[in-house]
């Protein structure tokens, strides 16, 4: 079992950033390839960012990139995600997520949720 706790969130004028953090608690962190996902009121859940197990690789939803790093310390069994520039439209439920060396942009790979956490960005 992992266990994901997110923070960070919180409610920002468009343009400003935050730092969303999601710690991890259970089996081994650095085994696991993480993502961040969202859900805004009404839309479906989407994928917003992901990076391996050893953080050599990430990737990102079009719509976020230049504006989002995720990044990880295993040491500190945390996993960040920096926004920037941020928008109205990225107000949303932020998810962070685990899976086993799955590398993948599809929430049903993910075997391991956290509870999420609401960013609001007001125009």
């Known amino acids: 079992q992992v266990q994901l706790v997110e923070s960070g969130g919180g409610l920002v004028q468009a343009g400003g950033s935050l730092r969303l953090s999601c710690a991890a608690s259970g089996r081994t962190f650095s085994s696991y390839d993480m993502g961040w996902f969202r859900q805004a009121p009404g839309k479906e859940r989407e994928f917003v960012a992901g990076?391996?197990?050893?953080?050599?690789?990430?990737r990102y939803v079009d719509s976020v990139k230049g504006r989002f790093t995720i990044s990880r310390d295993n040491a500190k069994n945390t996993v960040y995600l920096q926004m920037n520039s941020l928008k109205p439209e990225d107000t949303a439920v932020y998810y962070c997520a685990a899976n086993y060396h799955k590398y993948s942009d599809l929430g049903r790979d993910y075997d391991y949720w956290g509870q999420g956490t609401q960013v609001t960005v007001s125009s």
């Open positions: 990076i391996s197990w050893s953080g050599g690789s990430t």
